[in-house]
């Protein structure tokens, strides 16, 4: 952590695909962001807000990756724009449910949060951090949940014009060119491969449908 790209760990190739990776999860962030102002939707599921949030706050305060300190801003940069969309779900987040859900929704919400910085925690420090030091296999699992948990919030909202086109295929890249990266650099981790794989099977799926839905209700950011 000394320098602000670690060039003796990683290969330059390895760092550019990360950091290309990095950008196209901020394009994600920007446009769900952009969803909740304009239309006062969270173009992200609740089911999966609460892991993405436990994942980066630990990630940026309590473990430290070690691709250098440029990297850690990034981590840090990805937080403090997910605080935005966490401060979205609590104020919007009920339009996402079905209204049996609607009363317990916040605490539901906050459970989440809580249960999930308790699960990585103990599951990082205990196993994971030990073997990529980047948080990349429990990201991956995360990442899973997020593309089944939106797929679902598609097709549970067909019409819903703040579900933004541009943030699918800015995860769906995003988490790509971090999975290429990854993949050159532990070869022998077999866990991240697959689940790069079923993730991409579920995200083109979700793009095949939300390019059906540009062409019924017309093409919304």
């Known amino acids: ?27 994600c962030y920007i446009f769900v962001i952009r969803g909740i102002i304009k239309y006062k939707f969270v173009g992200i599921s609740a089911g999966v807000v609460g892991a993405n949030f436990a994942w980066e706050f630990l990630w940026a305060f309590v473990f430290k990756q070690d691709m250098g300190k440029l990297l850690q801003i990034g981590y840090l940069g990805w937080f403090f724009l997910d605080c935005f969309i966490v401060w979205g779900l609590f104020k919007y987040g009920t339009k996402q449910v079905n209204d049996k859900i609607k009363p317990h929704f916040k605490a539901l919400f906050t459970f989440s949060i809580i249960g999930w910085l308790v699960v990585l925690y103990y599951f990082t420090n205990g196993f994971i951090y030990e073997t990529t030091h980047i948080g990349a296999n429990s990201a991956y699992a995360i990442q899973l949940l997020i593309s089944v948990s939106c797929l679902l919030m598609l097709i549970n909202n ?61 093409f919304h950011w």
């Open 158 to 218: 067909p019409d819903e014009i703040g579900i933004s086109y541009i943030a699918a295929w800015g995860r769906t890249l995003g988490s790509l060119f971090c999975g290429i990266m990854c993949i050159m650099h532990w070869k022998d981790n077999l866990w991240i491969p697959s689940m790069v794989v079923v993730y991409m099977m579920i995200d083109i799926y979700y793009l095949v449908i939300a390019t059906k839905k540009i062409k019924t209700n017309g």
């Open 1 to 27: 952590m000394e320098n602000w790209l670690n060039l003796e760990t990683y290969t330059k190739l390895e760092l550019s695909l990360f950091g290309v990776g990095a950008f196209f999860w901020l394009i």
